[in-house]
Each structure stands twice: as structure tokens, then as C-alpha cells.
């Protein structure tokens, strides 16, 4: 899978998920910073790219619309405020958990809430 990590959180997110395996890009290395949401949601989609961020309100929206609109959709991450406040590396391990026990679902459409894991080597 791979992810967009939005511009509310760290690139150190996306360096660190690198750094164990997985297919991440922030949003400022891609040099798209301060584009608006909906613009965001469009460019992950369209790279297929699972977005993740601590903006729950504005992404859990534009899930609804964009299945509703029948748009193109690779998936939100919701990060929690209290593993933004645990660090990059906490969210990075969690998404490595996350890659781990999801399977083969499709993320089309989904908006779900990133779970804490353990932080391993």
C-alpha cells in the first residue's frame, strides 16, 4: 500500500515508514504544502495513495463525497491527537501495523482511525 502523509503532520512520518519498508510521501516532499484539502484528496486518489492525517473532520467528508460522486479513492488514515503527540515515529510503527494486519481489503472509500502499536526495531 502506499500512503501520503498530509502536511499536519511531520515528514519525519514518511521518512521513518521508509526507513521500515513502506511506500510513503509527505505532502511537503511533493511539494504540494498549503494546497487545499479537497486538492490533496484528489492527488492521493489519483497516484493511489492511502491519505494520513490528523484532519478528521474535513477527510471524513470528503470520503462521503467523493463515494458519492463516485471519484476515485485510495483511503484516510485518521491519525489521533494523542499519537501526534507521541511522534513521528509512533505513527510510522503504527502504520507499519497497519500494513501488517490488513490483508488484501481494499481501502477504496474507507476513512478509519489509526490504531498505537508497539514501536519496534
Same mark, same amino acid.
Given at each position: 500500500?502506499?500512503?501520503l502523509i498530509d502536511e499536519d503532520l511531520s515528514t519525519e512520518v514518511a521518512i521513518? #515508514? &521508509?526507513?521500515?519498508?513502506?511506500d510513503a510521501v509527505s505532502v511537503q516532499e511533493l511539494r504540494?504544502?498549503?494546497w487545499k484539502d479537497e486538492l490533496v484528496r484528489e492527488r492521493a486518489a489519483r +497516484?493511489?495513495?492511502? /491519505? /494520513?492525517?490528523?484532519? &478528521? +473532520? +474535513? !477527510?471524513? &467528508?470528503?470520503t462521503?463525497? !467523493?463515494? #458519492?460522486e463516485e471519484r476515485a479513492h485510495a483511503g484516510v488514515l485518521v491519525v489521533p491527537y494523542t499519537m501526534v503527540r507521541r511522534g513521528a515515529a509512533a505513527i510510522a510503527? #503504527?502504520?507499519? #501495523?497497519f500494513e501488517r494486519t490488513r490483508g488484501d481489503f481494499p481501502m477504496a472509500y474507507v476513512c478509519d482511525f489509526l490504531q498505537p502499536?508497539?514501536?519496534?526495531?
Open positions: 500500500m502506499q500512503y521513518i #515508514a &521508509r526507513g521500515l519498508g513502506l504540494i504544502r498549503g +497516484d493511489g495513495r492511502c /491519505v /494520513v492525517t490528523g484532519n &478528521r +473532520d +474535513d !477527510f471524513m &467528508r470528503f462521503n463525497q !467523493f463515494a #458519492a510503527h #503504527a502504520l507499519r #501495523a502499536a508497539e514501536l519496534e526495531g
